[in-house]
């Protein structure tokens, strides 16, 4: 660990981009996990009980424990670099007297890039193209040859249209030419560019869809939202793709659909349990599996560093938080 002057001071649990640490010691005292290797629970509430502020990310569990332990020492502030929040306590920080920071908006753009790469590369077979080649199979064109379906004229299935799932769906319609469903528990108004059908019966969502793409926030209410009745609902032909929380889908119902062909494929970010990914989903055919890099470029990441940087100093000047979660 390396500590820098004077300033409020926040422990950081992993490595940023070079501009982001460049940001957080120009108005911090940061103590930074040079070896970025993943820290334990105890060394993380160690940190944060001997510093202002606690700087976590999506790898982090950060639980009631270290909350207590942050809330007994110096600690005031946790900013998450990220937006999704389902990794920390949050009741255990309100009741403790904690505030909690995001890091919504910057990584909209790359996250739904992302999903769009799942949809091409899955429906295009990219990565079974990609490993016969380089395994030498290749032995030319022919007609027949590692054929996938097409985008455009299908039907994308939006589970939450918050600000990724209109992104997602803008580049979908505009750029793609698909038809665009989703679900939202709330009604959504504020389309106007492409068209959008809002359809509140997720069964038939699933049933519609020839893409379903999920951008729901981890929840108590969301956690395998797309279970095995939903998944048996959806077409053969249709691909899952998940750039939002493994929780949201029960993988096991998932393998078994894949597996038996009553899916035709999916694009997978994220994953239950996390960087441990289920033995059967490796196996499981047409999948395409990336290690969590939604939000994972240079701008975006330098993004998140840089608003972690914001509201951390608009707390210790005694403002409001820009994104307070709690
Ligand atoms: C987030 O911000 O919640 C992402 O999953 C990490 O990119």
């Known amino acids: 660990m390396s500590k820098t002057s004077a300033k409020p001071t926040i422990f950081v649990t992993r490595r940023w981009p070079d501009a982001a640490e460049a940001a957080l010691k120009q108005y911090f005292n940061p103590t930074f996990n040079d070896s970025d290797v993943p820290l334990s629970a105890a060394q993380i509430a160690e940190g944060f009980a001997s510093h202002d502020a ?169 956690f395998h939202i797309l279970n095995e009745d939903r998944l048996q609902r959806m077409q053969n032909h249709a691909y899952v793709i998940n750039t939002a929380r493994g929780d949201v889908i029960d993988e096991a119902a998932l393998v078994r659909a894949l597996h038996s062909g009553n899916i035709g494929g999916a694009g997978l970010d994220v994953f239950q349990g996390e960087p441990d990914i289920h033995p059967d989903i490796l196996t499981a055919p047409n999948t395409v599996l990336l290690p969590h890099l939604g939000s994972a470029t240079v701008e975006t990441r330098t993004a998140m560093g840089l608003k972690v940087v914001e509201n951390a100093r608009a707390f210790f000047a005694g403002e409001r938080l820009i994104d307070p979660v709690v």
């Open 54 to 222: 606690l700087a976590p990310t999506v790898s982090d569990q950060i639980t009631a424990d270290i909350i207590a332990a942050g809330a007994a020492g110096s600690g005031r502030l946790i900013a998450n670099f990220g937006v999704g929040v389902n990794h920390i306590d949050l009741d255990a920080a309100a009741s403790a007297g904690l505030a909690v920071s995001n890091t919504p908006g910057v990584l909209t753009d790359a996250t739904a890039d992302l999903a769009l790469t799942l949809m091409l590369m899955v429906s295009r077979r990219a990565g079974e193209g990609e490993r016969e080649l380089r395994a030498g199979e290749w032995h030319g064109w022919r007609p027949t040859h590692l054929m996938g379906r097409s985008l455009s004229g299908k039907t994308l299935g939006i589970i939450g249209m918050g600000r990724i799932g209109k992104a997602v769906a803008h580049r979908a319609a505009l750029g793609f030419g698909m038809k665009i469903i989703f679900y939202n528990r709330s009604k959504v108004t504020d389309i106007a560019d492409y068209e959008a059908k809002q359809i509140d019966d997720f069964d038939v969502l699933c049933a519609q869809s020839d893409f379903l793409s999920l951008h729901c926030a981890a929840s108590a209410d969301t």
